[in-house]
């Protein structure tokens, strides 16, 4: 018995059958959307050297949106996917529609829709992933956790492995789609993740290491190696000494650039030109002679050496596209140059005109260099070696200025060496800074990025180490 | 959108509909026919419990508990019915112990055979996660529970017309915009009610009715249609309790003193930072987010021995056994007490998910560390530690819903006030020279030990009257040195509770808590300028 129950996830059929049952309560005109999503996960945590708990979960989320004629959006949510429940959800997302319904109106002037195709390319699911038993996690943690043990130390860790699947449908009349109902059907779509990472301690906790890794494809995850590399920083971050604050030549595993960058990619999200509201760092100005805001769009914003782009075929990454996402590779920033920036879409029909959408990145790749770290070190007089980052928070949405601490393994280089392991510091700077002052870069790899919440998609990275100077630290912080 | 008054006499009756929705859902008992769920205390639900104890029990489990949770939450964003969410959920999760491995398994499905797959699923995790390593739990003795308690609220949240509470949030935003100078910023409310049932393998069977309810609303002071200042209402924060929260209080008064006190901040001048210490007021609002980030985090056991090491971080208390009844964690007159009983806190329940009535606790008694928060198995460590059994569970475990699996989370906290009849506005009168904080942001490092904090409303005390406002300023604090540098906490009059929430463990978790503390007078607090690089 390996604990791997085939029928975890709603499959096409029955998501198509629940769809159109629901859709068969809803009579009587007006627009109705539903949503099937369901979720699995297997999951493994363990501290001080043992698993303290495996589960196995699994939930269904149905949401109803419905809106009958002059009527305003009803939304029910539930899990219950009995006949009854059913019809008593739609009819209760049609009378939150009837409350604010004003007579007359109709549904307003709409918009003539573009057809989209669903995209169907992506790499975002593995077997490897779903039909992981438990027999396979629990030794997978073994591996992680008896080098740790057999040193003395203290193994910390969670592995997740989960699936997911979804689909939704609306009724026949995709002509009276408009504004916040504007929907395309998303066909059903599945998609898996996996992750897994590790704190190895010792055991007067004067030295912490980590490593982690995820992907949809649980092969792509050597847990063994992680394991060895936290020990491994763990052993090397022992009685780490307290240096002065100030600014440092740094090399950033790769691991520190993607925390740093989480600062910077959801602002490619914006809407172009940014008007007003938020503060975004891909203004540039108001323009009197024109009468608008205009961004920094076709401008050189960071090291021509730096690209950012996504492409949704590309096995190594794995992101979940929507119908009306572009189907093709995006470059958000080319050679330092800003050259796209995410759309709102709901407000934006009339304009686009069959014209797919900018979601802006949900995963994305950074370009790297052929530099090893090894390398990086041995060409740096004096500078610091950092593991990750944590506890980031923006300061300043303009120039994206963010504080943050160093995190499990700080080390001082000096004359081309690793000298000792140092304690860890508060920074304050912005991810616009590092991508400026770029000494060097590395080959990009793929790090550790846990999915948003239950049955959450992935936001996958693929980010180079970087050796960057002037890195401003700002405090000391004798956490470890 | 508002709602005209005709529309509310042409839909009353529809209202009247919508109060009720959307019931029922479907669970199914004995032969697995889907009947209306019925109120958490039918013996039915019991029997399915029941089903899952049995069926863990047969496949080897030492020990097992079962929940299963009906949760519903309405959620008001700016007052329009336009945007309330619905969302209702049923779950159940099993949890078994089998030679000291804990499995776990959780799904949407109320019925008898789901019962018995979830509990072997759970045995089978157990098993598997052994592996041939010995572990050991010893779960702290608890008495055995029965019975349904309900969260005594004023008035269900889930009875009131969602008209009736659009219309409330409403007026709240006509009282402040009609104003010229004065903006609405957000207005939005969310209740929660959660039915819960739990059993475990030594006969405890309870069920509890809980609320949770938190609005979010904020004034904009305006010059020229810009927003200059904003003002958060700080009465609102999640509480046990019903519409009450809203009801209750008198909001217009206190929506009135807000705006007198961001008008007040703003007619101030501002001052950029002086870097440097500074002996320092706290509000109770700033205090209560200092104690439970840094003690409140630090004294969880399961954190401190480093189970919590990949997520959270791990305690500056790192040596729990050897710390409890003597080590100084602040000055004399730092006293921390915990509860999970109190009326009106997000945290109280009658019994803890693992069925433990929580007592009350002293976690810090005159600057001395007394104790830690547990559950059953970490009260088994220090038994094991002291090689006793006299440990018992402070009741502190707690999961989101019976799709989690139970963690320890943060029981309501509080401060102590002092002895003398202090307030904040009679602290920074008796101040000749300083500062004084209002609504600080806490970020914390990963062992509670390292803070920096972020606020608008920082003022420069001269004389005891705040003369300027400083902007841009950071607060860099370290856990032992600010309560070893405590001067004075305000009297019991100026303290004030407030709602709050931990994430913790994975997957991650949300443990709702609250925090009562007064104000209070530190020797320094060392200010920066938060956005200057080195």
Redesign the interface.
């Known amino acids: 018995?390996s604990?791997v129950?085939p029928e975890r996830l709603l499959t096409a059929a029955q998501c198509d059958e629940l769809l159109r049952r629901v859709l068969s309560f809803a009579r009587g005109g007006g627009q109705t959307m539903v949503r099937a999503t369901s979720w699995w996960?297997g999951?493994?945590?363990w501290?001080?050297n043992?698993?303290?708990?495996?589960?196995?979960?699994?939930?269904?989320?149905l949401t109803i949106y419905r809106r009958i004629a002059n009527g305003?959006?009803g939304?029910?949510?539930?899990?219950?996917l009995?006949d009854?429940?059913l019809q008593?959800?739609t009819a209760?997302a049609e009378?939150?529609s009837?409350?604010?319904?004003?007579a007359g109106l109709g549904y307003g002037h709409f918009p003539k829709l573009p057809e989209y195709k669903p995209y169907t390319e992506g790499k975002i699911w593995s077997d490897a992933t779903y039909d992981l038993t438990?027999?396979e996690r629990?030794?997978a943690a073994?591996s992680m956790i008896a080098p740790a043990e057999k040193k003395g130390l203290?193994s910390?860790?969670?592995l997740?492995v989960r699936g997911a699947t979804m689909a939704t449908l609306g009724d026949d009349f995709p002509e009276l789609r408009s504004g916040p109902l504007a929907y395309w059907h998303m066909p059903f779509t599945r998609w898996t993740h996996a992750y897994c990472?590790?704190?190895v301690?010792d055991a007067t906790?004067s030295g912490?290491g980590?490593a982690g890794l995820s992907s949809y494809d649980w092969n792509a995850i050597e847990t063994a190696a992680l394991g060895e590399r936290a020990l491994e920083k763990c052993l090397a971050s022992r009685n780490p000494v307290a240096i002065e604050?100030?600014?440092y030549t740094v090399i950033l595993e790769p691991q520190a650039v993607a925390d740093l960058m989480e600062v910077l990619v959801p602002s490619l999200q914006q809407r172009e030109p940014p008007e007003g509201g938020n503060p975004s760092p891909w203004r540039l100005g108001f323009d009197d002679a024109l009468g608008l805001w205009r961004s920094k769009l076709g401008l050189k914003v960071v090291d021509e050496r730096i690209t950012i782009e996504h492409d949704p075929s590309d096995p190594r990454l794995g992101i979940l596209m929507s119908p009306t996402e572009l189907p093709g590779p995006v470059k958000w920033i080319e050679n330092g140059v800003l050259t796209n920036l995410g759309h709102f879409f709901s407000t934006d029909i009339v304009k686009l005109e069959g014209r797919y959408r900018l979601r802006g990145p949900t995963g994305y790749r950074m370009s790297g260099g052929t530099t090893s770290i090894d390398e990086m070190i041995a060409t740096t007089r004096r500078g610091l070696l950092v593991t990750r980052f944590?506890?980031i928070?923006l300061?300043?949405g303009e120039s994206l200025?963010a504080?943050g601490?160093t995190?499990d393994g700080l080390w001082l280089i000096e004359n081309g060496k690793i000298s000792k392991p140092v304690k860890?510091f508060?920074f304050?700077?912005s991810p616009l800074f590092m991508l400026n002052s770029i000494d060097q870069l590395g080959e990009s790899v793929r790090v550790f990025r846990p999915a948003r919440g239950?049955g959450g998609s992935p936001t996958p990275a693929i980010v180079p180490p970087l050796k960057v100077r002037d890195f401003?630290?700002?405090?000391l912080?004798?956490?470890? | 959108m508002s709602i005209s008054r005709r529309t509310l006499l042409k839909y009353g009756m529809q209202a009247g509909l919508l109060m009720a929705m959307p019931r029922p859902l479907l669970a199914q008992f004995g032969d697995g026919t889907p009947e209306a769920l019925p109120p958490i205390q039918d013996p039915r639900v019991r029997a399915l419990a029941e089903r899952a104890l049995e069926a863990a029990r047969s496949a080897g489990a030492s020990y097992s508990d079962v929940r299963l949770t009906h949760t519903r939450i309405r959620e008001f964003h700016n007052p329009t019915v336009t945007s309330i969410a619905d969302l209702e959920d049923m779950v159940v999760g099993v949890r078994v112990l089998v030679d000291g491995y804990w499995g776990f398994a959780a799904s949407p499905v109320w019925s008898p055979d789901e019962m018995a797959r979830l509990a072997n699923e759970a045995v089978l995790h157990a098993r598997i996660s052994k592996q041939g390593t010995p572990r050991e739990v010893d779960l702290a003795s608890a008495p055995q529970v029965t019975g349904h308690w309900s969260m005594p609220v004023k008035i269900d949240p889930f009875e009131v017309s969602p008209f009736e509470i659009v219309d409330y949030l409403q007026s709240l935003r006509n009282f402040v915009i009609r104003w010229s100078d004065w903006g609405q910023g957000p207005n939005s409310c969310s209740f929660v009610v959660q039915e819960k049932a739990f059993a475990n393998s030594e006969g405890s069977y309870c069920t509890q009715r809980t609320y949770r309810s938190e609005g979010n609303f904020v004034i904009q002071l305006q010059e020229k249609r810009r927003t200059v200042a904003t003002g958060w209402l700080d009465a609102l924060t999640p509480a046990g309790m019903g519409w009450e929260l809203y009801k209750d209080q008198p909001l217009r008064e206190l929506i009135l003193k807000l705006m007198e006190e961001v008008k007040e901040h703003w007619k101030l001048p501002p001052k950029p930072v002086d870097v440097g210490r500074f002996p320092a007021v706290c509000d109770a609002l700033t205090v209560s987010r200092m104690i439970d980030m840094t003690l409140g985090r630090a004294t969880e056991l399961d954190r401190a021995l480093g189970y919590e090491a990949n997520e959270g971080g791990t305690s500056y208390l790192n040596d729990p056994f050897n710390m409890i009844g003597k080590h100084e964690v602040g000055a004399s007159q730092l006293t921390l007490r915990a509860n999970r009983s109190e009326p009106g806190a997000v945290g109280t329940v009658q019994w803890d998910d693992e069925g433990v009535r929580p007592d009350e606790f002293t976690i810090v008694e005159n600057g001395i560390l007394r104790d830690f928060q547990t559950t059953r198995e970490s009260a088994g460590w220090l038994n094991h530690a002291r090689g006793n059994s006299l440990a018992h569970s402070h009741g502190c475990a707690h999961a989101p819903t019976a799709l989690d699996a139970p963690l320890q989370h943060t029981p309501n906290l509080i401060l102590e006030p002092g002895a003398e009849d202090l307030d904040f506005d009679s602290a920074i009168a008796g101040m000749e020279s300083g500062v004084a904080i209002r609504g600080l942001n806490i970020d914390m490092d990963f062992q509670g030990l390292n803070g920096l904090g972020t606020t608008d409303r920082l003022y420069e005390i001269k004389n005891g009257k705040k003369v300027a406002r400083i902007v841009g300023a950071g607060v860099l604090f370290r856990a032992p040195e600010l309560w070893k540098g405590l001067r004075a906490l305000g009297g019991r009059n100026s303290s004030r509770r407030y709602g709050t929430f931990a994430v913790k463990g994975a997957p991650a978790q949300r443990g709702y808590h609250s925090v009562t503390a007064p104000p209070a007078v530190f020797d320094q607090l060392t200010l920066i300028d938060v956005k200057r690089k080195a």
């Not at chain 1, 939304?75 to 219950?80: A, F, G, H, P, S």
């Not at chain 1, 009837?98 to 004003?102: I, T």
């Open positions: 018995m604990g129950d996960q999951e493994l945590r501290g001080r043992r698993v303290n708990l495996s589960s196995d979960r699994r939930d269904i989320s305003s959006l939304i029910v949510v539930t899990n219950q009995d009854a429940s008593f959800a209760a009378r939150k009837r409350l604010d319904a004003e438990v027999e629990a030794a073994r203290l910390a860790g969670y997740e990472s590790t704190t301690r906790g912490s980590w604050p100030g600014r944590s506890n928070r300061l300043d200025l504080t601490l995190r860890n508060r304050t700077e239950r401003s630290f700002t405090s912080v004798d956490a470890v």
